[in-house]
């Protein structure tokens, strides 16, 4: 006879029939809710790694590269390529870059794959660059061209990153002084510059504010200083600054007009900066800016990239490439700024080149508290001379450039480099793509051929610019790393360089590279030049 409790438990009995289906109802349930949450993950898997088409793009890529958001409309495009050869536009051309007749021309498509990879120093292509050779345009002979047939795109995989539209510098605010003369010259006016980074490029200000100081100017250049702004969508006002002041503490004095602005406590970071400062990818700058906390005592900024400036002028935040101070830091300076700025002061703060006032503000810090220079990668003072091509070549992502507008310093055209940021994402621009036939395309500021073949170490600067005054061949190791030797005038290499760059109303980008056959740089180790003709490239980026 069954023992009592397993009498109670026998399937006969109600009570026992009922716990069972209770737990069999309770396993089922939970058999379910796994299933949903491996389906639902799964789900999510799928969706993650899924690739986005026409629209935003959400996938965060390897690394800390700022990435798209919903903000980030994809521009998409209806352009039908057409590589005829029309006379009146070689005309133009020649005439524009002063070119001889008999020039050689190519035309050459690059269609833009935005993918959810990391942003590539140098990305090979399994495609040539020159498969069928240049067209010699000589305008005695138009008939030798016309309806020329498009060679099939370059496809290019590029990182899903943000438009300079979406950029947001709320946080920030920036003052610089300058004269009423390099702010209006064509030469040195920033204008473009700071449309293109204190703006969405669409006339809106993208929350940057911009103090400028103008040195001994009018009534009426002070508003027609803030009328040219104010039309390109440049958040600015605009003072007068005073000449009768040393140099150094008109620089140190724009800490202080920065903290007492009225905006100010909207702000997170005040900078002061040169007239030639620019920032080529607003989220790049907003993301590093990430990893400190304003409201800490910050002095953020870069040495120079040559030990010999360093040396001469100190350890400090060198200013063309960008000073950025907390507020809590600001409020100091701004309490001790008489002390700051004293005779004394001033001539501490000479270096044998003159009062500077990264000195004196430097100073101004160490002496009254213990913030030291926080030291940001990625900032460029660019205290270069010569040709600056071995920088811009190297597949290098800046966050701040400096000292391109000549004058002794090197020539560069910023401005034109990041239109191709506005359809491709900001780090396009200066991206490399290696073609099979050894052309290298730095993307907006050269395409360049290697002849005797790329058989060097691309993730090495090439040395083709100089450090001034005092060349010792090490001045910039400590920065850019030791730097691969020249290949100007070695018969190695031969460039195209950019020269003019348009965002097209259909959302390509044109592009127009030339090269002079009496280029200096362009002769093999005898002198004797690579090209007997002057060229053109023109390149045009689709979406």
């Not at 005829?84 to 020649?94: A, D, G, R």
């Amino acid at each position: 006879m069954p023992a009592p409790h397993q009498r109670f438990f026998t399937l006969r009995n109600p009570f026992s029939r009922c716990v069972l289906f209770a737990v069999a109802l309770l396993v089922l349930l939970a058999l379910s809710w796994k299933s949903d949450r491996v389906d639902d993950v799964t789900r999510q898997i799928i969706k993650a790694a899924t690739p986005k088409t026409k629209g935003s793009t959400y996938q965060q890529p390897i690394g800390d590269a700022p990435v798209a958001t919903e903000a980030d409309v994809v521009p998409v495009s209806d352009h039908v390529m057409d590589c005829s050869v029309k006379p009146s536009y070689m005309e133009e051309l020649k005439s524009a870059y002063e070119l001889q007749d008999g020039f050689q021309y190519l035309k050459r498509y690059v269609k833009i794959n935005r993918e959810p990879i990391a942003r590539k120093s140098i990305t090979k292509l399994n495609q040539e660059f020159l498969p069928n050779g240049f067209k010699t345009i000589n305008s005695n002979f138009p008939n030798n061209y016309g309806q020329e047939t498009c060679l099939e795109p370059l496809q290019v995989p590029v990182s899903q990153s943000p438009f300079p539209a979406t950029g947001n510098l709320s946080d920030f605010m920036f003052g610089v002084s300058t004269t009423f003369k390099r702010f209006n010259s064509s030469k040195t006016t920033p204008v473009d510059e700071w449309t293109y980074w204190l703006t969405d490029g669409k006339g809106n200000s993208n929350g940057g504010k911009l103090v400028l100081l103008l040195l001994d100017a009018s009534e009426e250049q002070i508003l027609e200083a803030k009328t040219v702004l104010d039309q390109r969508g440049v958040d600015v006002d605009v003072y007068h600054s005073d000449s009768r002041m040393e140099m150094a503490v008109r620089y140190l004095t724009l800490v202080p007009t920065l903290y007492n602005h009225p905006e100010r406590p909207n702000k997170k970071w005040l900078v002061t900066c040169d007239d030639d400062t620019f920032f080529p990818s607003v989220h790049a700058l907003t993301k590093k800016f990430e990893e400190y906390d304003p409201s800490e005592m910050l002095y953020v900024g870069t040495l120079s990239e040559d030990v010999n400036n360093v040396d001469r002028h100190g350890s400090q935040a060198f200013g063309g490439a960008g000073v950025f101070l907390s507020v809590p830091l600001a409020e100091q300076i701004n309490n001790n700024y008489d002390t700051c700025k004293t005779d004394e002061k001033i001539r501490e703060a000479n270096s044998g080149w003159g009062p500077q006032g990264d000195i004196l503000l430097r100073k101004c810090i160490y002496e009254n508290s213990d913030v030291r220079l926080s030291v940001m990668r990625g900032l460029y003072q660019l205290d270069l001379y010569g040709d600056p091509s071995g920088f811009y070549e190297s597949g290098i992502k800046p966050i701040s450039l400096h000292h391109f507008k000549g004058g002794g310093w090197h020539s560069a055209l910023p401005w034109y480099y990041t239109k191709i940021a506005h359809i491709c994402g900001e780090d396009c621009t200066l991206q490399r793509f290696q073609t099979a036939d050894d052309f290298i395309i730095s993307t907006s500021f050269s395409v360049a051929h290697y002849p005797h073949g790329v058989d060097f170490n691309l993730k090495q600067m090439e040395r083709t610019f100089a450090a001034a005054p005092q060349d010792k061949g090490w001045n910039l190791d400590y920065v850019f790393d030791p730097q691969r030797p020249s290949l100007l005038k070695t018969g190695r290499k031969i460039s195209w360089d950019l020269q003019d760059a348009i965002v097209n109303d259909d959302n390509t980008v044109s592009q127009i590279y030339v090269r002079k056959a009496d280029d200096w740089r362009w002769v093999d180790r005898n002198g004797e030049p690579m090209a007997k003709n002057d060229g053109i490239i023109e390149l045009v980026w689709i979406p």
